[in-house]
């Protein structure tokens, strides 16, 4: 079934028009049943309501947010996971499966070019690895007895993070988490191209150290998820070593990106930072969940989390993986990741990755070249842009915009619920755009154009519903 | 391949004694593969490696920790949750898969009997579910504006939390990771059953409100993963109820058990609590990794994690379960869980659960008609005793208790490492002890009296060594 529903995606609707009431009726509203049912034919009823009421990112037609098609192996490995149940919380609970994730670690930190001797965990996403991180950061910072007495103990300063507004929200969730509060952000200002200010970065940790508050942690983004944008990578990190400020790069998006030869300087800098956040369930294709937090001292996430000195078994230290982050219990989440890495090897990455940066690029020549089209950004396998219509191309006031913005508005919500393409949105400049994100295997040119004229036949659509609209 | 490996497990050992050299030369220490390999052998030789070295939780004679043997209907759920790929952080990526996810929550909170309205979030495992409620509860107790300024914002009183030492370790790891630090916790004493002393929490609550302190939550356990305890609960959510002070029940291992009609009235009374955290992965037999947490308000995870105002779709307001914890990116592990409580319905998880005490409890009978053996609990599914030569049976000092302190601790190893039955341990009193806790629905009287006579043997074996050795 699984098989089939996979070879005949491609044929149906990347998306259906789902309205919550009828989904509801669909499932019914009662009570826990008392009584058991028919496997089979639950299984069955099961995998049908899933096949036809989804959004489909195994789709070559889907570009949305940052989720990722799927890998095959990846799925194979969660059922196989999932029958031998290992708990990978501790080495005696899966000895293999413990060693297996180390081995994945290690490679993920190879392919990215991090040093050698660099640990870290696997997490359910990049939320927690980013929030895992920052607490491993706001550990290391305090010279007081943190995990004793909290962030306000006896001679605690308050503690500060530097990032951009380009931050992803886990920020304002992580530093909630920790006690901290969103007050403890620092926001760095940007460049026109989203990157962040490193002069304004240097200034900001010089004024809060005469303060008296304590700089924690440099939050940089490799592959914003609204344009893809990379930070200054290589001058934040010579800023970080000179000041001692820990640097975590968020590079859940764009981070394994590093691997391809002809990567940008500023990208590949990144495996010089403390820590790094990268997705597996983003741009490695493995189904969710899967993220990753690599460390640079594998012992600061030991500082922040262990509870025990490190455990040996027959003379040989092992790894507890409850002594790296927030869970106890743990899934065996590696397994899709090592099996898809060995699968396709590195090598294998680095035409994937490079095959879908390619095709972005190529959107974006085409976008370019299209008069009903406007380009805003390309990066790494993000393109943004906007449909306008030909006769308001050369006008550039606020009123235009705002109608630009409402058009494309409209646009992106048709297209979703047409079925024949899934992109989502990014706002560039105050300005509303299309977004489509390629981290798909299945994609081809042949879908890229079927993807502008999906967009233009809707942007057609709309400008003349909405001429029509405001005529009346 | 996966069936096979299930009907043939319980021919083999349960464990393997396996050395970490061992098995880090059978993985190899090589760097990232630069190409691939071929898909069938990749997969066949990982099967086998998971197959020859793993701890076997699915396994009859299983007993460890808080594990259980996960349900095939949850390992098939698994599969098709990957092949799809659901990312249920929002409603518009998984229509379907969110509305799922609240049926299996709505079903949940009916299972143990909390009221309607009730809501929650399924999370990684019971941790995150603890230190999830944790959040909530801290925010909610807050009168200052604590996600801007953090716990020690304008206005900020020291919060203080509630709980015995028989809490697992999440606590410490809850209370540092909310920047509170361990002093945060209030230890409330035990009686000689390892239950809360309600007086003593009364006390300690009213003590602290009169030092300007703010009493922000009170963690009861309900059933103890040393010796499955349960908390006086009737009198623990009286007291929180007239204080004011949210009350969380940590029902990882024993919450689902309050299903079961014949329950005591202790443990029944976890539906009055403010949250509850249960772990499906555990007692529920769905495969890792699948814990809940159940909130009776739930718009105080949305007060505490949200940064948007709840979401509408067609005019219906709809879950986004990324403003209910710490995920963005969620997988569909609802499924697993949802299947299994179809599949058996709420009459076949009565019968299982309940076979899993009676099963224990016919443990303990045996085991204080044996000769050779020292009950010292019976809670739940959770049987304590150890190994006491028939010579030393009447002692009662301080070396006796040494050696059997010894003698035990080395007959678990054995016995473990023999792979005839798995066991892990408590500390009852001060006194080693084997703690078989059956969440395993293989397991039968036969496997029981095998464990028995296996731990038996191995006693006698590890006495005769112990004298031997004494007498050189």
């Keep these: 079934m699984l098989a089939d529903f996979m070879a005949r995606l491609p044929e149906g609707p990347v998306n259906r028009d789902e309205q919550p009431e009828a989904l509801r009726a669909l499932i019914g509203d009662g009570p826990l049943p008392d009584s058991g049912s028919d496997t089979a034919i639950l299984l069955e009823s099961a995998a049908s309501l899933l096949f036809e009421h989804s959004l489909f990112n195994a789709h070559p037609r889907f570009f949305g947010y940052v989720t990722s098609s799927p890998a095959p192996i990846g799925v194979l490995g969660d059922f196989l996971a999932s029958a031998v149940n290992a708990n990978v919380g501790a080495w005696r609970l899966s000895p293999v499966a413990t060693e297996i994730e180390?081995?994945?670690?290690?490679?993920?930190?190879?392919?990215?070019?991090?040093?050698?001797?660099?640990?870290?965990?696997?997490?359910?996403?990049?939320?927690?690895?980013?929030?895992?991180?920052?607490?491993?950061?706001?550990?290391?910072?305090?010279?007081?007895?943190?995990?004793?007495?909290?962030?306000?103990?006896?001679?605690?300063?308050?503690?500060?993070?530097?990032?951009?507004?380009?931050?992803?929200?886990?920020?304002?969730?992580?530093?909630?988490?920790?006690?901290?509060?969103?007050?403890?952000?620092?926001?760095?200002?940007?460049?026109?191209?989203?990157?962040?200010?490193?002069?304004?970065?240097?200034?900001?940790?010089?004024?809060?150290?005469?303060?008296?508050?304590?700089?924690?942690?440099?939050?940089?983004?490799?592959?914003?998820?609204?344009?893809?944008?990379?930070?200054?990578?290589?001058?934040?990190?010579?800023?970080?070593?000179?000041?001692?400020?820990?640097?975590?790069?968020?590079?859940?998006?764009?981070?394994?990106?590093?691997?391809?030869?002809?990567?940008?300087?500023?990208?590949?800098?990144?495996?010089?930072?403390?820590?790094?956040a990268i997705d597996p369930h983003k741009w490695l294709y493995a189904p969710l969940e899967a993220g990753a937090l690599l460390v640079r001292e594998p012992e600061r996430l030991r500082d922040a989390f262990a509870y025990h000195p490190p455990y040996y078994h027959f003379g040989q230290e092992v790894t507890n993986y409850f002594d790296f982050g927030l869970q106890n219990s743990r899934g065996f989440r590696a397994l899709k990741v090592w099996l898809a890495l060995r699968q396709v090897g590195r090598a294998g990455y680095v035409k994937l990755i490079g095959d879908d940066i390619r095709l972005s690029q190529w959107l974006a020549t085409q976008v370019e070249a299209h008069d009903e089209l406007e380009l805003f950004t390309r990066n790494l396998s993000i393109t943004t842009f906007r449909y306008v219509p030909r006769d308001l191309r050369d006008k550039r006031d606020a009123d235009t915009d705002a109608y630009l913005n409402t058009l494309n508005q409209e646009l992106l919500d048709r297209s979703q619920r047409s079925g024949e393409a899934f992109v989502s949105n990014a706002v560039v400049g105050g300005r509303y755009a299309l977004r489509p994100c390629i981290v798909n295997f299945h994609t081809t040119e042949a879908d890229l154009r079927a993807l502008i004229e999906t967009l233009v036949k809707h942007g057609r659509q709309v400008d003349q519903a909405l001429r029509a609209r405001s005529a009346d």
């Design 102 to 276: 180390s081995q994945t670690i290690r490679w993920l930190a190879e392919l990215v070019g991090m040093p050698h001797g660099t640990g870290g965990v696997l997490v359910s996403g990049g939320n927690v690895a980013n929030i895992v991180a920052l607490l491993a950061a706001r550990r290391a910072a305090a010279d007081w007895d943190l995990r004793k007495t909290g962030v306000n103990g006896a001679g605690a300063s308050p503690l500060r993070v530097y990032a951009t507004q380009e931050v992803h929200t886990w920020l304002q969730k992580a530093v909630d988490v920790a006690g901290l509060g969103a007050d403890s952000i620092h926001v760095i200002p940007t460049d026109e191209q989203q990157r962040m200010d490193t002069g304004a970065l240097a200034q900001a940790i010089e004024h809060d150290r005469a303060k008296g508050e304590r700089p924690m942690l440099v939050v940089a983004t490799a592959g914003t998820v609204s344009t893809g944008a990379i930070d200054p990578l290589p001058a934040i990190v010579d800023l970080c070593r000179k000041t001692g400020v820990w640097l975590h790069v968020d590079g859940c998006y764009g981070g394994v990106a590093a691997c391809v030869p002809d990567a940008p300087a500023d990208l590949k800098a990144l495996a010089q930072a403390d820590s790094l």
